[in-house]
């Protein structure tokens, strides 16, 4: 950033109240303010748009951290019945229509 101030300026360095100055003064005063001005706010607009990018890079750091730490959500299987408790069953069922023969004859 580089500002070109008048000579007059710099080397009055508010020595002279702005009444007196004459128009030329008064209007190199004035360019030199508005340069100033307008070089802040670049600086600045930069200097915002740098923080932005460096907000965006962390979320999206943070983001890419959590996506990868999910896991998909496990769901309970239904009970499963083991083939012990089938063939247990089974027999238990076996046993009750033998008895039910057994009484019938």
């Not at 004035?30 to 600045?44: D, Q």
């Amino acid at each position: 950033m580089f500002i070109e101030i008048p000579r007059e300026i710099a080397i009055n360095d508010s020595t002279k109240h702005y009444r007196d100055l004459s128009l030329a003064e008064y209007r190199d005063v004035l360019n030199t303010v508005k340069a100033i001005h307008k070089e802040g706010i670049g600086e600045n607009k930069l200097r915002l748009l740098s923080e932005q990018k460096t907000r965006d890079d962390i979320v999206s750091d943070i983001s890419q951290r959590l996506a990868s730490n999910l896991s998909p959500r496990r769901r309970r299987a239904a009970r499963s019945v083991s083939q012990a408790q089938e063939v247990s069953a089974l027999e238990t069922m076996l046993d009750q229509l033998n008895k039910s023969e057994s009484a019938q004859r």
